[in-house]
């Protein structure tokens, strides 16, 4: 059974960090990419970022480049959204999404957050950044 478990999602201070956590089972992660999305309230869902499996290609919206760094330990099964700088319209839902071995990004490199061009989903993990 494919299950992607979201994880280290906390309220902080504007300008702090977080890392969270996206842990897979039910499938190697070697093979697959794995993408990063978050949605807040009233707002449609957003691409954040996306590593792939193989060449380990990396894809981040402009709104996080530079302040955000997503990474993938296959022998731990699990990838990381290392989230840094953080602002208050970085206030969302975070899920991560998996689908095999390349990230699906459109024409301007922009990860795309549809649920038809992913496989599976997490169940999300809150992120609040507020003073």
């Known amino acids: 059974q494919v299950q992607l478990v979201e994880s280290g999602g906390d309220l902080v201070q504007p300008g702090g960090s977080l890392r969270l956590s996206c842990a897979v089972s039910?499938?190697?992660?070697?093979?697959?990419?794995i993408g990063w999305f978050r949605q807040a309230p009233g707002k449609e869902r957003e691409g954040v970022s996306c590593?792939?499996?193989?060449?380990?290609?990396?894809y981040y919206a402009d709104s996080v480049k530079g302040r955000f760094t997503i990474s993938r330990d296959n022998a731990k099964n699990t990838v990381y959204l290392q989230m840094n700088s953080l602002k208050p319209e970085d206030t969302a839902v975070y899920y991560c999404a998996t689908r095999y071995h390349d990230c699906a990004v459109d024409y301007y490199r922009t990860v795309v957050p549809g649920t038809a061009s992913w496989d599976y989903w997490g169940q999300g993990t809150q992120v609040t950044v507020s003073s």
């Open positions: 039910g499938f190697t992660l070697d093979y697959y990419a």
């Open positions: 590593i792939s499996s193989g060449d380990v290609s990396t």
